[in-house]
């Protein structure tokens, strides 16, 4: 697989990025369609979506940086650049079940 996809000028868009992108947005669809089938409203599908997306992110990336944690104790402001790359699916799964 390659890490860039597509490269327009200075911006570029990572394989990655974009296949978690497309997982989040199957994965909201499908609970939406499934939700009306039981009767739920798909505001409060989309809301949950929401959420567990966010927390999701969180997750994946607090589970990155305990686990690079030398390198970000010295480095505090590259915590919150996730386009740099650091995430970890498990924590990301963890903090979606817990949401």
Known sequence: ????????????????????????LAG????ILLAKKEKI???SMLDLSFYVILSSLIGA?????????D???RNGVEILMVQNG??????GMIFALLS
């Not at 990336?61 to 944690?69: A, D, H, K, L, P």
């Not at 650091?86 to 924590?91: K, N, Q």
Request: no cysteine; charged share 5%; proline share 4%.
């Open 1 to 24: 697989m390659h890490p860039i996809l597509l490269k327009i000028g200075n911006i570029s868009f990572p394989s990655f990025g974009l296949m978690a992108a497309l997982g989040f």
């Open 28 to 31: 909201t669809l499908t609970s």
């Open 41 to 43: 409203s798909s505001d």
């Open 61 to 69: 990336r607090f589970f990155y940086v305990i686990g690079q944690w």
């Open 71 to 73: 390198y970000y104790s």
């Open 86 to 91: 650091g995430l970890v699916f498990l924590g």
